[in-house]
């Protein structure tokens, strides 16, 4: 029993002596933290030598962060490991009074200021609060070291593009070389700051804090995306926004170590910049607008990017400015010139002509309109109506929206998506029967409303992209050679150029411009006519074997739309039906597509109904490709109306892609020539009969055939099968192809090559 109590007392007394040493060691400072070497190596140079003594940026492969200050230490401080002792080692360990009374001699600091004595013990630690007082009289007496207060915003954890040692402030960007800042997310701390780098962090800054100026592309109750200082973050909400943002300007506040409140700035202003300067922006109907201290200016052309006010020119009509409190807090470069921007010409209902009787029309923000200079003003939700008497003689009425997001929204035109809504401008143009309607808005912009209702918005995001840079070719085209320039306009809305604003815009098909933002084929330094359509047949054409036009184009040739093989002649009745029918063994990569084959049945009573009722038109639109045989047996230019009941109709001539070129049809008042796929296609148009796909879609009726890819098969009685592949014209790209090829692994760029060869992919913005 007295060997049990003789053991606890020696342990007793070892105890209290643990105790002791430790209370001396580390002064009693039982709650503080510590300094380490390292760190105040990094302090204390950079402090001494500035921003430029030590390239963090040069370190060997392998080589710690903190040997170049160490190493420097050592030859300003005389401070660094002992002989034998490891560097690793040595760096990791508190620094001790004694190591701190050495840098404070460096700067000669006065020490009586101190709340401290350097005395306390010379191999002791030094808590970090007194190391801080301390590095706040050696930053003063520096010059190259100040305080301030940070908020961090981001580092490489969250933010895309920084590298491992950068961080995001409301201040822009510093790097942080040897820190640990993950803890101190949307926390404003006092950072010593040397130039560019963050030498070290002294606690947290309890103060609100606002970031102004900040783009939100996106947002909703629980996440929203913000481009901040040109880096993007996406923060976690907590039903801070109570309904779903994009594309607006906001001031983000942060307090108690969160984002509290956003506070959205949606008022935007348009017009011609007439002169800039260092306090104020000149706009068209604006007048001098003065400018916010903390005004900004973003390019939106490609992306979003930073620029100064010197990128603001005179004569720009396509920059938006967000205003808070009357003046301009941020200017949005949304075009550097007119080049840019597309007119697109607007069917009516139905896509059956452009003339309008009228137009009635709204916007979700205030709108305005111009006519011979003199401007009204209308409040968002007004509704408009004008007609030709409107106008009251003048050649034209322009609508203007107020805000980046406005949109005009036409409530006499019908679209899929129910009344449609155009981003830009609207012109109303007087014509002897009626308005004219043209949308001059952004290609980009135009883009958003043309992806949507070519392409579902469901498919692969490769085969969005390639659809992206195909529709941006072909408008870019366009507006060097523009369609309809009775009417100024470089495109409409319909198949006959690419069909536009018949879909909402949708979240993917935007990101697939987004993400190709600029992007177009070029044949020779010029934007290729980058033809599109459905479905091939498993077999693609030359253009001038479709439009019976005589003009090959360089970069479009027919092929098997098979990866490998080009290779294929199908001019003849027996090889294409063979190609039509007998097609499951082959590697066509659209074949599981509805309309890779299709046919329908029809009678020679609906085969003079659908001539009938098109024959005359087409005649008139093209006399050269519609000819009636004379008398003599030769095909002449000659307006008929009916070739009357239907005794034959047969291929005379189809192209090695298997396209028909022209056709005979045999009545009993008339025989004519039909060439060209669109002719034929409309001549003979299931209005009344059905069209089966191979997968066994009913696809009903339809107002021309799905493709020129097709036999004829007698069936007795007046009766004709019409059996095919594809749908679309078949030369160019194929749209379903796209898909197929995407989900085989293709990105846009390999898609677009395959059907496109030997062109350049080039971004139209850069010069």
């Known amino acids: 029993m007295k060997r049990q109590y003789w053991l606890i007392g020696i342990l007793s007394v070892l105890l209290c002596v643990t105790a002791w040493m430790i209370v001396w060691l580390y002064g009693g400072h039982k ?87 350097f005395d306390a013990g010379e191999t002791r630690p030094i808590p970090a609060s007194q190391w801080f007082e301390l590095y706040d009289l050696i930053a003063a007496r520096s010059g190259h070291v100040k305080k301030q207060e940070l908020l961090i915003l981001g580092t490489s954890s969250n933010v895309e593009g920084l590298s491992s040692w950068q961080c995001l402030t409301q201040e822009g960007l510093f790097s942080f070389v040897g820190l640990s800042l993950d803890s101190y997310m949307d926390t404003c701390v006092f950072a010593y700051v040397c130039g560019g780098e963050i030498g070290g962090i002294n606690g947290v800054c309890p103060k609100t804090v606002q970031v102004n100026n900040v783009w939100i592309t ?343 739309q098979i990866l490998g093989e080009e290779e294929r002649d199908l001019s003849s009745e027996d090889v294409f039906k063979s190609f039509i029918d007998d097609y499951a063994s082959k590697d066509y990569f659209e074949k599981d597509i509805s309309w890779f084959r299709w046919e329908t049945t029809l009678s020679s009573v609906n085969i003079r109904e659908s001539v009938d009722k098109s024959l005359l038109t087409r005649i008139r639109t093209v006399p050269s490709q519609i000819l009636v045989m004379d008398e003599g047996g030769s095909f002449v230019e000659k307006e008929i109306s009916t070739v009357g009941d239907i005794i034959d109709l047969y291929v005379r001539e189809r192209s090695e892609s298997g396209v028909i070129k022209s056709m005979v049809i045999e009545g009993t008042e008339a025989v004519i020539l039909v060439q060209g796929e669109y002719n034929i296609r409309l001549l003979l148009a299931p209005l009344e009969s059905l069209v089966l796909c191979h997968d066994g879609t009913d696809a009903g009726t339809m107002t021309m055939l799905p493709s020129g890819y097709f036999y004829i098969e007698a069936q007795g009685d007046q009766i004709y099968t019409l059996r095919g592949g594809g749908y679309g014209h078949g030369t160019g790209m194929s749209q379903n192809g796209v898909l197929m090829l995407a989900n085989r692994g293709l990105d846009c760029y390999e898609i677009l090559h395959f059907y496109f060869e030997d062109v350049a992919i080039e971004n139209l913005r850069e010069p």
């Open 218 to 560: 996106s947002g909703d109750q629980d996440q929203m995306t913000v481009f901040i200082n040109g880096y993007y973050r996406v923060f976690e909400l907590d039903r801070i926004l109570t309904e779903p943002v994009e594309k607006v300007m906001a001031d983000m506040t942060f307090e108690d170590r969160e984002l509290s409140k956003i506070t959205l700035k949606p008022t935007v202003i348009k017009g011609t910049i007439l002169s800039v300067d260092d306090e104020s922006i000149d706009i068209e109907n604006y007048g001098k607008v003065a400018t916010t201290e903390d005004f900004i200016v973003l390019n939106m052309e490609q992306g979003i990017t930073c620029q100064g006010r010197d990128s603001l020119s005179a004569g720009s009509m396509y920059t938006e400015f967000v205003v808070e409190d009357q003046k301009i807090c941020a200017a949005l470069i949304r075009a550097s010139s007119q080049e840019e921007t597309i007119r697109v010409l607007l069917s009516c209902d139905g896509y059956t002509g452009y003339i309008h009787s009228g137009v009635t029309l709204t916007s979700s923000v205030p709108f305005w309109t111009v006519c011979q200079g003199e401007r009204r003003e209308y409040q968002a939700g007004e509704m408009l109506t004008i007609d030709l008497s409107a106008l009251a003689g003048q050649p034209s009425m322009t609508v203007f929206t107020s805000a980046t997001a406005g949109t005009i929204e036409i409530l006499s035109l019908n679209r899929s998506q129910g009344h449609p809504r155009y981003r830009g401008a609207l012109e109303i143009i007087a014509d002897d029967q009626g308005l004219v309607l043209v949308n001059e808005l952004l290609m980009e912009d135009y883009l958003y409303g043309v992806i949507p209702s070519e392409m579902p918005a469901s498919y692969e995001m490769e085969a969005l992209k390639t659809q992206a840079v195909c529709a941006r070719s072909f408008a870019a085209a366009s507006i060097q050679n523009p369609r309809f320039p009775q009417w100024d306009a470089d495109v409409d809305d319909s198949m006959a150029t690419q069909v536009y604003n018949n879909a909402d815009e949708d979240s993917r098909t935007c990101q697939a411009v987004d993400e190709t933002a600029g992007q177009a084929l070029v044949w020779e330094g010029e934007p290729v006519q980058a033809y599109f359509y459905s479905t091939s047949s498993g077999s693609s054409s030359d253009p001038e074997d479709v439009w019976i036009s005589g003009n090959g184009v360089p970069y479009i040739h027919g092929r098997l």
């Open 31 to 117: 709650d503080e933290t510590w300094i380490s070497r390292s760190a105040a190596a990094k302090m204390s140079v950079l402090a001494k030598e500035g921003p430029d003594g030590i390239a963090t940026d040069s370190l060997e492969e392998g080589q710690a962060w903190y040997s170049p200050y160490i190493e420097r230490s050592e030859e300003c401080f005389g401070l660094g490991p002992e002989s034998g002792e490891t560097v690793d080692l040595w760096a990791m360990e508190p620094l001790t009074y004694g190591e701190a009374k050495k840098i404070a001699g460096a700067f000669e600091v006065q020490t009586e200021f101190l709340s401290f004595s």
